[in-house]
C-alpha cells in the first residue's frame, strides 16, 4: 500500500485549498491501495473539527501557550508547513508528497534532509506568464508536476525542458453541476432568450 502525504491547509477549512485537498483526499482515502495522511497549515491539534477527518491528521501550528509557537510565528515559512514537516515525515514515511500551492509556499519540502526517501508531486498555482527563474528552479525539483489549467502547463514547457503530465481541474465534485436555465430565468423573471454574462475575479 503507497502512503501519500498532502501538504496543504485544513480540508475542512472553506478556501480554495482547502475545498481542493477535500475533494483530493476523500477520493485517495477510499482507494485501496493507499493510506493517506495530511500536514494541515493554519490549525491546532486540539481543533474539534479534526474528529471528523477519517485519514491521519497532522496540525502545523501550535498552541499559543506552546514554547514553539514563538518559532512558528517568527518565520512564514514554518506557517506554511515547514513547522513540522520533517517530524511528520519521520512518523508517516510517506512514498509520495502532494502539494498543490504556490511555488514559494512550498519551496521548504525540496530542502528536507528526507527528499531522497519520497517521490514529490507538486501543482503550481500558475496564473502569469513568463514565470520566474526561481520558481522554474523549484519546480524542476519535482519528480511530477500536474497543472490547474492548459495556461498553466503551456507556460512551464515554455520556460522548461519539463513535462507536465496532466491538468487536474476541480470539477468532479458532485457539488459542481449544470443547472437549468429555464428555470432560473423564470426564478428571476427573466426573458428565456435574454443573455446573462458573468466573470469572476481574482485580486491577485
Known sequence: ???????????????????????????????????????????????????????????????????EYKDYKSNIIREWGEMSFNSVLL???????????????????????????????????????????EFIDIIKDADGILAYSEFGRDTIESQSNLKIFGLAPPAASKNFKLLDRKEIRNKYGLDNDSYIIGTVMRNQ
Open 91 to 133: 512518523d508517516f514515511k510517506p512514498h509520495i508528497v502532494i502539494d498543490i500551492r504556490d511555488p514559494w509556499v512550498f519551496e521548504f519540502e525540496r530542502r528536507s534532509p528526507f527528499k531522497r526517501f519520497f517521490k514529490w508531486c507538486i501543482m503550481p498555482t500558475i496564473d502569469s506568464s513568463p514565470q520566474s527563474v
Open 1 to 67: 500500500m503507497k502512503r501519500i502525504l498532502f501538504c496543504t491547509e485544513a480540508s475542512f477549512l472553506p478556501t480554495g485549498y482547502g475545498v481542493y485537498t477535500k475533494e483530493l483526499l476523500s477520493r485517495l482515502h477510499n482507494h485501496p491501495n493507499f493510506e493517506v495522511a495530511e500536514l494541515a497549515c493554519y490549525v491546532t491539534k486540539n481543533d474539534s473539527r479534526i474528529k471528523n477527518i477519517p485519514w491521519k491528521f497532522y496540525a502545523n501550528k501550535p498552541e499559543e501557550h506552546e514554547p
